[in-house]
């Protein structure tokens, strides 16, 4: 494959970017999370039933009620624990995980750093997939990742790079380059259970390593990719969301081809996704709510897209 391209990351990126690197490589966002639960609701974690506000530390059971989730919600922000949000102690766990993967790869005989190139053709994929992997013969998981209306995967360097150093192989779609190009970025998320059937058929392409579709497949995007990753949880969850629209028909194609690509979804961790109300984005957004049951979901948002 050729050189590895490196896209200049702005600094919002960069930020996301490693918060990403810190949920795939160690897990320390979510045990920071689970370190403030307890904090603020109890070592039982009882009263972590309800919504953890990032305010006065009251939780706010009624809102979470109002979502219809089974499950605790716990909102951090930057009052909630302002840690999440140190630059220098980031950077510095950061470099820690980047260390660990270079001691890894010299005893295991991988290349520590990963190469990405565009693989075209690939089978269902108009223009194709980017591709970010470490060199291995090994078989590795999945990470999934669907771009924002109007990029490119390859805008995503920064974040496609550090999940594949973290073990991936990360693929992201390269079709849908405009909402437009797929009914308005609904059909997104059908290009995310694409590349999951195509490699669970057993296709293989030069360059690549076997996937290992015995380990849960991981999806991430930006905005309409996030939209997309979401939607996938939700079909993985609920076999009635979408009912009726088009989409369910294509989702129940080839003998449900797609639907038993979204059984393989482990986790979603969408940034920035859309507005999951809005119909013309979501167009079940009924049976959306309560629909995401058993997968596990980190979204992460701020006020700077």
């Known amino acids: 494959p050729p050189s590895p391209r490196t896209p200049a990351a702005g600094t919002n990126m960069a930020t996301t970017a490693t918060l990403l690197w810190l949920v795939l490589a ?3 966002a979510p045990a920071i999370a689970a370190e403030e639960g307890a904090r603020r609701c109890g070592p039982d974690g009882a009263a972590c039933a309800a919504r953890v506000s990032g305010g006065d530390g009251e939780a706010d059971e009624s809102s979470m009620l109002s979502l219809r989730h089974p499950f605790p919600i716990k ?8 840690r999440l949000y140190d630059e220098k102690r980031l950077a510095t766990l950061r470099d820690t995980m980047l260390s660990e ?6 005893s295991s005989g991988r290349d520590a750093y990963p190469t990405c190139w565009t693989v075209d053709p690939f089978p269902g994929i108009f223009h194709g997939v980017y ?32 999940a594949a150093k973290a073990g991936f192989m990360a693929v992201a779609y390269r079709s849908c ?3 437009i190009s797929c009914q308005n ?12 059937a195509v490699f669970d058929e057993g296709h293989t392409f030069d360059g690549l390593p076997p996937v290992d579709l015995s380990k849960p497949v991981m999806l991430s995007g930006h ?82 897209d």
């Open 26 to 28: 160690a897990g320390a």
């Open 75 to 82: 909102n951090l922000t930057r009052g909630s624990d302002p």
């Open 101 to 106: 993967v270079d001691k890894e790869a010299a």
């Open 131 to 162: 591709v970010c992997v470490r060199k291995t013969e090994h078989p590795v998981p999945l990470f999934i990742f669907g771009h924002g209306d109007a990029f490119m995967p390859e805008k995503y360097f920064s974040t496609l790079d550090l």
């Open 177 to 179: 380059p405009l909402n």
């Open 185 to 196: 970025g609904t059909a997104s998320f059908l290009e995310m259970l694409k590349v999951i």
């Open 223 to 304: 905005s309409t990719g996030g939209r997309a990753s979401l939607m996938v949880a939700a079909v993985k969850d609920s076999p009635t969301y979408l009912a009726g629209t088009s989409l369910a028909a294509e989702l129940d194609k080839d003998d449900k081809r797609l639907r038993n690509a979204a059984a393989k979804v482990g986790s979603a961790i969408p940034l920035h996704p859309d507005d999951m109300n809005d119909t013309t984005q979501n167009p079940d957004p009924e049976g959306f709510r309560g629909a995401i049951r058993t997968t596990p979901v980190m979204l992460v948002t701020s006020a700077d």
